[in-house]
């Protein structure tokens, strides 16, 4: 055996490092933490705000793709790019930290998130330019892996190590989540940037716009004759779809069916460090069993990973619609109930509901301590109205006394179901941690397999669009079959019909995607 030959070249290594480089811009900025300091610094409406700036920005990069690749594919242009994206991620993330304006913020998230997207389509497309198609699954797989143990490990559990020791509400330590992100971010790039360059190109002039829609045009046209490279597009646009709402939507579920939130962030991470060796794993088995099978392999996961996200939440939710329903009429009776009339009543109202309201959870959980420290008040109460709060507050605190020992039953079913379904949640995070890297990378690199290296921006540009776009169906269908029938249950095993179109189409496809990637890996011998 040739070690030699297993080894990393110079040019491999530097490219898997830029995946390290940039993996903290999608924990710190676009998940974990910038969000929901950006929520609070907002205000209420701050939710809509971040959801129409990432909406924006995703929608800005998805247009540009194919032009950007178009031009990306003459002779020094893919390098030029990549670095004016790569800049304009980094410096605007940093600018993030230097102002206190929740509409400057939100102006230079947007600025960055267009250059992180724009940096990923580049960077993929050079993937042809660092491997050959036999090493293809191997880089492409090393580059999530250290994605995952990297730039969406280290920085991020720093990040909050900080922000644990200063407070959640410091400043300072907000900010020094967004700073690391652009130190990192910049810091592990000089390896990209020094030693990958451009291989495969196209010679002459850079194209005018006029040409490079025209080149645009030309790809579509390819891709949509060439029965293999369609086929695998497509079954890429319905299975990378289930996987995009998975990722999304996953703590979404899991607050809906009442698990602890820190309970979740934590299985998340562990989702990240199990995708680590599974990434690498995975190029292994695609190079034992060939790439197109180790795709229908981790598709085929998914599809457990939705029959097991849908019995998560079907045994769980008659117990939760059982306490909640007993917990609502008991609201509206304790309120009427107390028969105080408040000189700020509108005040007194919206406080007494959220006083209900946060007892609620502590009842089920009977957690007394909690619930006698709960404080009935409001802002610019009267002397009269504090009085008398105090004296609503001690009447409703006998009725939740009540409350506990009439539901005791219905609250131990509810928090035996909660128990089953977090140790599941906790299974799926394993679960997705096995396949999440190997399907993306493996995708990737499976792409880069069947494309003309010298338009490998062109394709790839058409590669992020359907990426981007691909996000859209599934959240849609969950969110509707949830609405339609009360059951985000049901909305999750909808996902499944995804994950079998993919399925289905990626295995009828067996005989025109071998010839497609004979036919290139020809083209690239000689």
């Known amino acids: ?150 730039g969406s490990t280290i920085p991020f559990i720093i990040s909050i190590g900080v922000l644990l020791w200063q407070g959640f509400d410091s400043v300072l330590a907000q900010k020094f989540a967004v700073l690391i992100t652009s130190v990192w971010w910049l810091v592990f790039t000089i390896p990209f940037m020094k030693n990958v360059e451009q291989e495969h190109y196209l010679d002459g002039d850079r194209p005018t716009i006029g040409a490079a829609f025209a080149n645009i045009g030309r790809t579509a046209k390819d891709i949509m004759s060439e029965k293999g490279m369609f086929l695998f597009v497509i079954a890429y646009f319905f299975y990378i779809d289930g996987v995009g709402t998975i990722i999304n939507i996953s703590t979404a579920y899991g607050t809906a069916l009442g698990l602890g939130a820190m309970g979740m962030i934590i299985a998340l991470l562990i989702t990240q460090i199990v995708a680590m060796p599974c990434s690498i794993l995975f190029a292994k088995m695609a190079k034992k069993i060939s790439t197109r099978k180790a795709l229908l392999f981790a598709i085929s996961v998914y599809m457990l990973i939705c029959l097991v996200g849908f019995y998560m939440g079907f045994t769980l939710e008659p117990h939760q619609d059982k306490y909640n329903n007993a917990f609502d009429s008991y609201k509206q009776q304790a309120a009427g109930n107390l028969g105080l009339t408040f000189e ?82 906790w299974a799926m995070a394993v679960l997705v941690g096995t396949v999440q890297g190997g399907i993306q990378a493996t995708s990737r690199s499976y792409f880069g397999k069947l494309i003309p290296k010298k338009r490998s921006n062109e394709y790839f540009g058409f590669f992020d669009i359907f990426g981007k776009f691909a996000s859209v169906v599934g959240p849609f269908l969950y969110a509707f079959i949830s609405g339609l029938t009360g059951r985000s249950s049901l909305g999750t095993l909808c996902l499944l019909i995804l994950f079998l179109v993919g399925f289905i189409i990626l295995w009828r496809a067996k005989e025109p995607l071998e010839e497609l990637e004979r036919s290139r890996a020809a083209l690239q011998d000689n």
């Open 344 to 425: 700020g009543q509108e005040e007194a109202d919206k406080a007494i509901d959220a006083y209900l309201m946060k007892s609620r959870d502590l009842m089920r959980d009977e957690n007394t301590e909690s619930l006698n420290n709960l404080a009935l008040s409001w802002n610019n109460m009267t002397e009269g109205d504090k009085a008398l709060a105090l004296q609503a507050q001690t009447l409703l605190s006998e009725s939740n006394a009540g409350f506990i020992a009439g539901n005791r039953e219905a609250a131990d079913n509810f928090r035996s179901a909660i128990k089953f379904s977090s140790t599941l949640f």
């Open 1 to 150: 055996m040739n070690r030699s030959k297993d080894r990393f070249t110079l040019k491999e290594r530097s490219w898997i490092l830029y995946d390290w480089a940039n993996s903290v811009y999608a924990t710190n900025i676009m998940a974990a933490i910038f969000p929901p300091i950006f929520v609070s610094i907002a205000g209420d409406a701050g939710d809509m705000w971040w959801s129409y700036g990432t909406g924006f920005a995703t929608l800005i990069i998805a247009l540009l793709a194919p032009l950007l690749g178009a031009v990306a594919d003459y002779k020094g242009m893919k390098k030029k790019l990549f670095s004016v994206f790569v800049g304009l991620g980094i410096v605007f993330t940093a600018l993030i930290a230097f102002t206190n304006d929740w509409r400057v913020m939100l102006v230079c998230y947007v600025l960055s998130r267009i250059g992180f997207s724009g940096s990923n389509l580049f960077y993929d497309s050079f993937l042809t330019d660092v491997t050959t198609n036999e090493r293809m699954d191997k880089v492409s797989s090393w580059g999530y892996a250290m994605g995952y143990i990297g």
